[in-house]
């Protein structure tokens, strides 16, 4: 038996361009065999369409038709966030671009550990994480200037900034107490999470009951604290449930009254950075120690495109760490760069390639015209909803975030016409819980939805809501 192609070296490229015809076509297929942003008949049906399909997922003897097969079935059972009608999560239909550099990050398959397994792309990352990281903090002079960090995305993210924050005070005076996290009841759940996996102290989370964090709120429960222990805030720049932008400047003045670390979770909101329009809202992120930004919700990448950026790039000296294989002292000394501190993760993809792309093909002002477009959208859809006799708008929205219900239906009936959208294949909506009452979302992510798609998606609730 011949060994199968490889996707690099002097065949790959033949080797690769009739399976993307296979890729490209069963795409289109599965896209077709679903007719809808998602497929319908639920989690039982979707399951036994995938068995049936793919029978033994490790057969004695393989099938030359596998990827046709298997990249039809996802295709044919996915959630499509190019569908106008699949707006529930933070989840981005991906640009064209984006997915075709990814597909050569692996083909290559560079791996960011070391630099003898990723030479260019080792370089090219330091150009975009600098880049970016002064973005969000400007170019500060003097001193070091500000760094960031790949990452999964926004959940490993805040993992590391709080881990960075536990660590620049274990070095700090304040040594010997532990590190507290105050947040917002509106922080998005990794935070608390990360506390729980630093083994910090139960956070002490606030009650939000606008949506956004109150500076006053902070002030009173930094002055309550128990103890002079050390203290990381987390606001939000883009909160899950409804897109609200914490009051950035007003907070930061609250940390520095009480010498808080100040962490800002922008995992959705750091995508206004490219609007000149929309990019004032951001007004006080360079006042954080740390900044979660994730392309993979207003920045149109595929999966994964999180970043950390910090503000002073001596806090991440904690995550040096010296392994021989990877970075002896010796090949650093000879200037082989380290990068084993650039991550807790070891092997670790060129995520960073498909964002370069998108950077230099794009530029500014066609990143910023996507923000303003879906900017746009969600300001329309709100108009539709407020002008909707039987739709109740929460608020008009912040980023690209629309919450509405029914009028008079009661939560159960909210929570049931979701479902049944869900259930038939027809839309895809998020739910949030807020002013004690459930809302559907719609996060509005895709810059190729029309007025007209937006008609039909209230459309849709309204004809599968009891009266
Ligand atoms: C505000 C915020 N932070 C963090 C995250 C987590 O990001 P990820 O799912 O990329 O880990 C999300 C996800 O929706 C989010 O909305």
């Avoid at 808080?260 to 490219?274: M, N």
């Avoid at 000394?333 to 380290?338: K, S, T, V």
Wanted: hydrophobic residues 45%.
């Amino acid at each position: 038996m011949s060994s199968p192609p490889l996707a690099s070296g002097p065949d790959g490229t033949d080797a690769l361009r009739p399976l993307l015809d296979t890729v490209l076509d069963a795409l289109d297929t599965g896209r077709r065999a679903r007719g809808g942003p998602l497929p319908a008949g639920g989690p039982a049906a979707v399951t036994a369409q995938v068995r049936a399909a793919v029978g033994d997922i490790l057969p004695a003897h393989g099938d030359p038709d596998a990827l046709r097969t298997l990249v039809h079935t996802l295709a044919a059972g996915a959630a499509d966030p190019a569908d106008p009608l699949c707006a529930a999560h933070l989840h981005c239909p991906p640009l064209a671009v984006a997915t075709a550099a990814d597909l050569a990050a692996s083909a290559l398959n560079p791996s960011l550990d070391s630099w003898d397994q990723a030479p260019a792309a080792s370089a090219l990352e330091a150009l975009v994480t600098h880049a970016l990281a002064a973005e969000v903090y400007g170019h500060r002079a003097p001193g070091a200037p500000p760094d960031a960090l790949v990452t999964t995305g926004g959940t490993e993210s805040n993992q590391l900034a709080l881990l960075l924050a536990r660590e620049a005070h274990a070095h700090s005076h304040t040594h010997g107490s532990t590190l507290r996290l105050v947040c917002g009841a509106n922080a998005h759940h990794s935070l608390p999470r990360a506390a729980w996996l630093l083994g910090l102290p139960d956070p002490v989370v606030l009650p939000t009951p606008t949506g956004r964090l109150d500076p006053d709120t902070l002030d009173t429960a930094l002055r309550g604290l128990p103890g002079p222990g050390p203290v990381v805030v987390a606001a939000t720049a883009g909160t899950t449930d409804a897109g609200l932008i914490d009051p950035l400047p007003e907070i930061a003045a609250r940390c520095a009254a009480h010498g808080a670390r100040l962490h800002i979770d922008a995992a959705y909101g750091g995508g206004l950075l490219f609007s000149d329009r929309h990019r004032p809202l951001l007004t006080g992120l360079d006042t954080a120690h740390t900044v979660t930004l994730d392309l993979h919700k207003l920045g149109w990448q595929p999966v994964a495109a999180g970043l950390l950026a910090v503000r002073d790039p001596a806090d991440l000296t904690p995550l040096h760490q010296r392994a021989d294989y990877l970075n002896a002292d010796d090949d650093t000394d000879a200037g082989l760069p380290d990068l084993l501190g650039r991550s807790l993760r070891t092997t670790r993809r060129p995520d960073v390639l498909k964002i370069a792309a998108t950077l230099r093909t794009l530029g500014r002002d066609g990143l910023g015209a996507l923000v303003d477009q879906v900017h746009a959208h969600a300001r329309h859809l709100a108009a539709l909803v407020a002008a909707h006799p039987d739709l109740t708008l929460h608020a008009p929205p912040t980023l690209t975030t629309v919450l509405f219900r029914p009028t008079h239906a009661t939560d159960d009936t909210v929570a049931a016409v979701r479902r049944r959208l869900l259930a038939d294949g027809r839309a895809v909506l998020g739910r949030a819980r807020l002013d004690g009452r459930l809302w559907l979302k719609a996060t509005l992510l895709n810059p190729h939805t029309r007025p007209d798609d937006l008609a039909a998606l209230l459309h849709l609730v309204e004809g599968n809501t009891p009266r």
